[in-house]
């Protein structure tokens, strides 16, 4: 029900736009969150925008570098990742939850996706 895209390499400094597209429902009302997960690491989040898009939230690592919004037309969140370094290197996952924005804990998400690889080379 959400599909990632937009994964891939690229060098340190350079940039990438995830996609997270909703299908078989409508996640209008819920709050899309974006998470990744290093090998051998925790699943860690990574920022939160809120079902109408008025609010959102970072980890502090990602903010001013990371930006994320939504289409709800289209169903579709993205996350647009600026300045890359080879530690943002992971696979990422978008999710949706009832919840706020302020929700962090992967569990509190309801729905997930399949993950998108990002590789940033040094």
């Known amino acids: 029900q959400l599909v990632e895209s937009g994964g891939g390499l690229v060098q340190a400094g350079g940039s990438l736009r995830l996609s997270c597209a909703a299908s078989?429902?409508?996640?209008?009302?819920?709050?899309m969150g974006w998470f990744r997960q290093a090998p051998g690491k925790e699943r860690e989040f990574v920022c939160a925008?809120?079902?109408?898009?008025?609010?959102?939230d970072y980890t502090d690592s990602m903010k001013g570098r990371f930006t994320i919004s939504r289409d709800s037309a289209k169903n579709t969140v993205y996350l647009q990742m600026n300045s890359l370094k080879p530690e943002d290197t992971a696979v990422y996952y978008c999710?949706?939850?009832?919840?706020?924005?302020?929700?962090?804990?992967?569990?509190?998400?309801?729905?997930w996706g399949q993950g998108t690889q990002v590789t940033v080379s040094s």
């Open positions: 999710a949706a939850t009832l919840g706020s924005h302020h929700v962090t804990i992967p569990h509190l998400y309801n729905y």
């Open positions: 078989g429902r409508t996640f209008r009302s819920y709050t």
């Open positions: 925008i809120s079902w109408n898009g008025a609010s959102t």
